[in-house]
């Protein structure tokens, strides 16, 4: 009878999806329950209204019940109810005050001060949270969904595409690739490291539409010499990190892709995606930015 294992709480799970090892759960807004702050940030835009509207009705129910503790605290209506104390609350939170209902005792002013302190307090951090999650910069950075292994001017080269998809201008734009592989130490010890791949080019200060990133693969490169059935045995990925500065937003952008050893198509080329009309014009059709051709 096999023994099952308790999970621990602060256990995280790897798996290989796709080819790709990735933490589960990881990077989703589900994942930051035990951190308030990073969930209003990454929740759905319909999830953090459902929060921010609960919440105020809570609230305003909690002080609702603090008003009825005195029955004489509201003035300006006969017979005072949990409803018009929630709508009291309502008024005095939101700061309208129309006049009508209004603190009588002193009592009733105590709590009505404490719920302007509150209010101040919810609405700075409401408008605060908000304001991050519109200002918050996101990138539209596309990848080819391969990477292919040729020879360029004789040499075997890497390489892969990434394009920017808002067709305004990112400045001052940085790619770095690594290549993740799993390697096992002289004493017996499994470790997942990283090897930069250099480029041909790694920076352009302005990244317009399509760019093709090229590695030389060399005897110093960490791909060199090694096989597709050796990457797939050492579970190797090959990181791509895009930075660089919208021009539009004036804020820094981050755009990463994984490609996973079955990603990498040899001896095959990407078809062009640059055309030379009739009219001596230049234009770029997206339409095959996946697509290769055999050599």
């Known amino acids: 009878m096999g023994i099952k294992r308790k999970i621990h709480p602060s256990l995280i799970k790897l798996e290989q999806r796709d080819g790709v090892l990735q933490v589960v759960g990881g990077n989703s807004w589900y994942s930051y329950f035990r951190d308030p702050y990073h969930l209003m940030l990454t929740i759905p835009w319909l999830g953090f209204v459902a929060i921010v509207v609960g919440f105020d009705i809570f609230l305003n129910a909690v002080f609702a019940v603090l008003y009825l503790l005195d029955a004489d605290a509201i ?26 209902m209004n603190p009588h005792t002193l009592y009733a002013n105590l709590i009505v001060t404490l719920e302007s302190i509150a209010s101040l307090m919810l609405f700075a951090v409401i408008t605060g949270i908000a304001f991050t999650r519109f200002a918050k910069s996101s990138s539209r950075v596309m990848f080819s969904r391969v990477a292919t292994i040729h020879d360029y001017n004789g040499i075997p080269t890497l390489m892969f595409r990434t394009a920017n998809e808002r067709r305004n201008n990112i400045l001052e734009a940085k790619l770095s690739v690594f290549l993740m592989i799993d390697e096992i130490t002289v004493e017996g010890h499994r470790m997942r490291r990283l090897h930069e791949l250099k480029l041909v080019r790694d920076h352009s200060p302005v990244f317009l539409l399509s760019w093709t990133v090229m590695h030389i693969i060399d005897e110093s490169s960490p791909l060199y010499r090694i096989t597709n059935e050796t990457m797939e045995r050492l579970h190797a990925q090959i990181l791509v990190s895009l930075t660089g500065v919208d021009e539009t937003i004036e804020g820094t952008i981050h755009a990463r892709h994984m490609y996973a050893s079955h990603n990498l198509l040899y001896d095959r080329r990407f078809i062009d995606v640059i055309h030379m009309a009739k009219d001596g014009h230049r234009y770029l059709d997206y339409t095959y930015f996946h697509e290769t051709t055999a050599i």
């Open 75 to 100: 003035a300006g209506i006969e017979k005072v109810g949990f409803l018009e104390a929630f709508f009291f609350s309502v008024q005095t939170l939101a700061s309208i005050g129309y006049g009508v």
